[in-house]
Every structure is written in structure tokens, then in C-alpha cells.
């Protein structure tokens, strides 16, 4: 095997989820089966455990170890794509109710970190949205109206302790939250563990089959789960090829941190009003020392291999705000899939009966794979979940075609590399850790040179739905434009919806 190099770490990984589990090895039946252990399969696990439901969590990496490891963790019930869009997309009745269940999945969290005692640093703090220097003070008006139309609590100041912002407008929203994801992660196992739940990572999901009277999951090893009902929590899902991915689009997002003097940073979460938006918060570090961690410079997957200089703009952002700066210890990315209505699908599956999804975190991933848990129990349960309707996965956001069919167009302009030209003609031309599309007669490869020097080629169509990867130099794996699947230089899937690696060329 070749040797590859390593994932970018977020400041979370250095915490093990669930270190002891094991991947499934034997057939098993269970009465829920969820697949996907992020925010959002482990919530949902958590609250069936705790109904006393036997359940059973299976991923095809390390629990907890997907987008939720690379999250920044603010628990920001505020619509972060702006209160005025999110009244103006959906009307005041359904903008209301996203945010009041926005609020109650961080009211859930902290009941569950009181109740278990769990030391994952979750606080409550002020959300402090900035005006941009080149945005104008009506943004904020706009903002200030719709929060007054969907009862969301905001105050409306001036001048900020950062440089440069001494007298900037801005709006506070209170009662916002922030955690260690990944230490209130491994609390929820234990507990799931303890009440008999099953955990079993390092086992990907191929197949997802509804029966008559059951669900059978099956693993690439050739090993079964059979259940009453599936949740499928993969962020992107597996089992759905067209539902879901025609409403969302991927899009790579970007993160740092550095070292702070504790104090010198009120403890908040700042964002400012760009689209995208960069943000600030801080966590815990060491020697007396806070993180800040600053984030932002999204794009759409595929569409940009320039880390570098989105880092730079980070920093350059960040530095200005806070010159005190210490030394940066960490940078890294990740995916969010963005909806056209900013709201998750989370729901039974339209035309099942037995599977559920929860899918489209939209910036928003935390909360809304907690509201998930709200929700998907209590319909599994045959009962009523007051969110269910704004959630309803089987919706299509009238309001925004035109957005409907620009995400779409990203499939369709890439049917087009199926005759493009390649990157190059010869992996002579690929220096050590570098990846680039070649033509091989009518078909494409996917070429990488590793560090040893030695080519591996492997096809760059990918195994989802078709579209052609692009190269990540940054995270050194192929990302696919079209739904987000990110596969490693030698194929294997790093991220669904894909289920089957890019096989060799
Ligand atoms: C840099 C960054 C910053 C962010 N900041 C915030 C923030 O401040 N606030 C916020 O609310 N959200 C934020 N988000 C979004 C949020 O972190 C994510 O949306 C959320 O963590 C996703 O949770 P999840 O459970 O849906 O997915 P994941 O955590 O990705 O879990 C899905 C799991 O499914 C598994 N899986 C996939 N396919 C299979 C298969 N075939 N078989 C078995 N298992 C499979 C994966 O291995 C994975 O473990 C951020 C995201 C990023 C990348
Ligand atoms: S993720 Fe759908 S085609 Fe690649």
C-alpha cells in the first residue's frame, strides 16, 4: 500500500471518541440500526438509548470521526445565512419555527451536559454579528427587523474591544453556546454504551435494503444488521442517489488557530456580515494560553485548489482584529452541504417507511444534527414532533428555483470534462505529493505521485453518480464537485455519498 499523508487535524482530534469499539463482525439484529456517528447519528443513538430502544451505530471511519471532528462548534441557534434571508426564503411562520428549534437543540445540549455532568466546556456567550467595512448599516437594519418579525432576542451597540473596530456598528444576540464537540461526543457513548447500545466503527455501509417489515444494512465486509428502522446520518446520504443531492451542494470551508493570552479576547462568538462570513471564537489551550480559532473563505468543492492563499486571507483577517496574536497551531478544512432554504432535511424518507435521513447541515451542522434527535425518535416512536414540518426532507423550496438550478448546473458543466482536455499529459509532470487528471484515450485517470515517487492511478470518475474529481492539494485527496464524496490518492472513500472507491486505472 502506498504510504499517503496525512489529513489536516482540527484542535479537537487529539480527543478519542469511543477508543475500545469494534468493527461489526458478526450478523446482528437490532431495533435501530443509524448509520453515520457524527453530531447527528450519535444524538439521535443517544435519545433512543435512552427511551431503552436497543440500537446500533455503525461508521465507515472512526466514531466521531467525520465533518464533526472538524467543526468550530459554535451552538448558534441564529440563522447563520442571516435572519432577513431566512425570513425572506421562508416566511415568518416557518423562519420562526426553525430558530425556536434551532434554540431547543442547545437548550438539549445543555440539559445533557448538566444532567451527565459532562466536562466538554459548554458555556453560554453572546453572538456578536459586525458590519464588514464594505457592507452598509441597512444590512443591520435588515437584520433587526427580521429578528423583531420571529421573536429572536437582539441588542443593537457600537464599538468593539478589537482593533479596528472601535466603532463599529454591531448586533448582540444573547444566549448563544459553544463545547468541545468531541468531549461531549464521548460522553454521549458512554452513555449509549451503558444502556446497551452498540458502536461499531471502521465498517462501511454498501446497501441500505427496506423490506416488507424490517431494514438490512449491509456492511463491505459482507456482514448484516437487520432492524426495524435505519437512520441514516452519513452528512451526505448514501442510500438516496437523486433526492437530496439535487437540493444541496458541498462546500469546502476553512480553519485556524493560534495561540491568545487568556483575556485578551471577551469569550464570544464573532462573525461579521460578508457572505461567506469569517468568525471567532476561542477554546481552552494550555499553559495559560486560549485558541482563537478563526474560520470562513468558503467555496464551492472542487471548484478551487488555493488553500494556501485562503489561509493567508484568514490570517491576514484575523491578525488585523487581534494583532497580539500567538503562534498558529493548527489548520484545517471541511465540508458543510448548503440547502437552498438554510434548513436540514431531517425526516422519514418520502415513498419509505422504515428509513429516515438527516442531511444538509448547512453551516448550522451541530444544532441541526441535534434538532435531528428531536425529531427522528419521536416519529420512529409514532409520535408528534412540533419541527417535523419545517424539516420535511421531502420539500422543494419554491422561492429559490433559480438557486435550484445553479447548484444543479455544477453536475451538468461537469459532464463537460468527460471531453476537456487533462491537466497533463504525462505523470512525469507530477512532483512528490501532487495529484492531477490525465486522458487515457476517451477515459480520465486520477494520478498522484507519493512521496516515495511512486504513481498511483486510479479512475477520476466518481463511483457516485459520475462526475469527474478534482484534486485537493491541501488535504491531498480527490474531492468531487457534484455531491461531495472525497476519496484518498488511492481511492478508498474518505466521505459520501460515495460507497465503492475509485477503483485503479
Ligand atoms: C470547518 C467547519 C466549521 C464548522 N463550524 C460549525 C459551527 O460552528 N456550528 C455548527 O453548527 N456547524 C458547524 N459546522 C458544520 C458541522 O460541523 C457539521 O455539519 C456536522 O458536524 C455534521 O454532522 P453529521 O453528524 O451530519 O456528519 P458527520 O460528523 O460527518 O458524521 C457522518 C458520519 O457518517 C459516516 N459515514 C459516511 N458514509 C458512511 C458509510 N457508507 N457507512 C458508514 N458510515 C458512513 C462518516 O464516516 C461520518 O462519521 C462546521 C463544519 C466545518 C467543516
Ligand atoms: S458525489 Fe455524486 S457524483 Fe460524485
Known sequence: MTAMKERSQSVWMDVEVAPEAEPLSQDTDVEIVVVGSGIAGLSIAYELAEKGVSVLVIDRGEIAGGMTSRTTAHLAPICDDSLAELVSKRGRDAARAFQASQAAAVDRIESIVA?????????????????????????????????????????????????GLHATPYLRYPEQATFHPLKYL????????????RLHPRSAVEEIEETEDGVTVRAANGISVTARHAVVATNSPIHARYAYHTKQAPYRTYAMAFEIERGLVNDALYWDTLDPYHYVRLTGGSDGNDLLIVGGEDHKTGEDDNAVERFAALETWVKT???????????????????????????????????????GDSGQGITHGVVASLIIPKLIADEQSEYAAIYDP?????????????????????????????????????????????????????????????????????THLGCHVKWNSFEQCWDCPCHGSHFAPDGTVLNGPAVKPLPPA
Not at 476537456?420 to 484515450?441: C, F, H, N, Y
Request: proline share 3%; glycine share 8%; hydrophobic share 40%.
Open 394 to 462: 421531502s420539500r422543494t423550496p419554491a422561492k429559490r428555483f433559480g438557486a435550484f438550478v445553479g447548484e444543479n448546473l455544477t453536475a451538468v458543466s461537469n459532464l463537460a470534462q468527460y471531453v476537456m482536455p487533462s491537466e497533463i499529459t504525462s505523470v512525469d509532470e507530477l512532483k512528490q505529493g501532487e495529484g492531477a487528471i490525465l486522458r487515457d484515450g476517451l477515459s480520465k485517470i486520477a494520478a498522484y505521485r507519493a512521496d516515495s515517487g511512486e504513481v498511483v492511478k486510479v479512475s477520476a470518475v466518481c
Open 321 to 359: 482584529l487581534v494583532p497580539k496574536l500567538g503562534r498558529e497551531t493548527h489548520r484545517w478544512s471541511g465540508q458543510v452541504m448548503d440547502t437552498l432554504d438554510f434548513g436540514a432535511y431531517i425526516g422519514l424518507d418520502a415513498d419509505s417507511k422504515r428509513v429516515y435521513v438527516t442531511t
Open 115 to 163: 444532567r451527565h455532568e459532562i466536562d466538554c466546556e459548554f458555556r453560554r456567550l453572546d453572538g456578536i454579528l459586525f458590519l464588514a467595512p464594505t457592507d452598509e448599516e441597512t444590512v443591520l437594519d435588515d437584520e433587526v427587523k427580521a429578528a423583531a418579525h420571529i421573536a429572536v432576542d437582539v441588542m443593537r451597540g457600537s464599538g468593539l474591544p478589537l482593533q
Open 186 to 197: 464521548r460522553a454521549l457513548c458512554d452513555v449509549i454504551s451503558a444502556k446497551g447500545g
